[in-house]
């Protein structure tokens, strides 16, 4: 089992703490090419027609993942603050006992000592592993054409999908009501172009795990 960082920006931190967010989407740096009727990518290879392909542990696609496999850990970044006193100290430089908040939800982790007054926010990319408060084990992975994603995903994805907007709604139909609500997320991360490329994507879900 390996542990990995990963950011998270605070609505999504959110979603998670509450239970709402369990899987992540992230593009894939290195795109699958289409060489006549297959995609083929890291050595592996899969029909035109075929949309998801699952990540097994022997496969390469597995051993590629930059987020792991099943069974490894994720270790978010978030925003965070240390001690107002302690702004111009380096984040490697900090003491374990530095009492931390964190802006997504106003939390605070205490020490030892008590936080006199919140500091600066700190950003995610710059957070160390010993502040970090939320750890995710990995379920699943595989890869996925972007606008492929199912109504369950955009769910899962933290997304709220009102079911009056449902109403009357086949299971194409309403597929494509989620993915136009989840592409609003994606958009808003990574640019509409983005969206309307329809990359592939790692598709990385997961469980929280209690610390």
Known sequence: MKERPILFTAPIVRA?????K???????KVQPVLNGGFW????AGWGKGITSVPAMPVHSLSSNCP???IGDRLWVREAWQADEQ??????RELSHGEPIQ???DGASRQTGCSMITPGKTRPSIHMPRWVSRILLEITDVRVERLQEISLAQVQREGCEVRQFWLFGANNEEAQKIGASVFSGLWSSINGAESWNANPWVWVVEFNQVKL
């Not at 302690?86 to 984040?91: E, F, I």
């Open 86 to 91: 302690v702004n111009a100290v380096a984040p």
């Open 67 to 69: 987020y792991g496999r």
């Open 102 to 104: 964190y802006p997504a």
């Open 40 to 43: 083929e990518v890291y050595g």
């Open 16 to 20: 998670i703490l509450s239970g709402q």
């Open 22 to 28: 369990t899987v992540t989407r992230r593009l894939m």
